[in-house]
T-cell receptor, first 113, second 114 residues
């Protein structure tokens, strides 16, 4: 079964600190995504990648960087965390062919104080 | 660019009642449409999907959805809800193809009263 694993499950960070959220998939999928979930906004796309060593900006990339060192791993980096980045973050993956189904991780709850 | 509107932020129904959650999309070509469900403190799980063919698609746990091109809609239905159906439901649209992006609605929180 398709699997996307995120770490950590939750994190508390200080304003101005650096935060790295990690994602690992065993689906052999080409595409990986980082979404942010806020109450009342649904899910919004931050960054995505369709091949290792390459990332693309999504709809709300400001304040975030992404890294795709291998097909299996995709990280989201907050260089200078801010209060407004408190949210739940989801990683997802999908194939580059077929049904385009997207598989999600369980999420990382980030609180910036 | 595509967009999705879920007009009802919250819906409350009694156990055993029927359910319809509404979804309207905006996309110039034929879209790929999805419904996802999110249970508390979990990720999103795919309920059902539509790509082409029969406009009524069946999903898991008795859910179905109907695609209407004329109304740009993809409403989710269930004949008889159970308390365990309480969750947040997201409608999503994809452009399909290699560089497809999945765009979500804001979600509808379903509460089932026992």
């Amino acid at each position: 079964e398709a699997a996307v694993t995120q770490s950590p499950r939750s994190k508390v960070a200080v304003t101005g600190g650096k935060v790295t959220l990690s994602c690992h998939q065993t689906n052999n999928h080409d595409y990986m995504y980082w979404y942010r979930q806020d109450t009342g906004h649904g899910l919004r796309l931050i960054h995505y990648s369709y091949v290792a060593d390459s990332t693309e900006k999504g709809d709300i990339p400001d304040g975030y960087k992404a890294s795709r060192p291998s097909q299996e791993n995709f990280s989201l980096i907050l260089e200078l965390a801010s209060l407004s980045q408190t949210a739940v973050y989801f990683c997802a993956s999908r194939n580059d062919w077929g049904p385009n189904e997207v598989y999600f991780g369980s999420g990382t709850r980030l609180t910036v104080l | 660019a595509q967009s999705v509107t879920q007009p009802d932020a919250r819906v409350t129904v009694s156990e055993g009642a029927s359910l319809q959650l509404r979804c309207k999309y905006s996309y110039s070509a034929t879209p790929y449409l999805f419904w996802y469900v999110q249970y508390p403190r979990q990720g999103l799980q795919l309920l059902l999907k539509y790509y082409s063919g029969d406009p009524v698609v069946q999903g898991v746990n008795g859910f179905e959805a109907e695609f209407s091109k004329s109304n740009s809609s993809f409403h989710l239905r269930k004949a008889s809800v159970h308390w365990s159906d309480s969750a947040v439901y997201f409608c999503a649209v994809s452009t399909g193809g290699s560089n497809a992006k999945l765009t979500f609605g804001k979600g509808t929180k379903l509460s089932v009263k026992s």
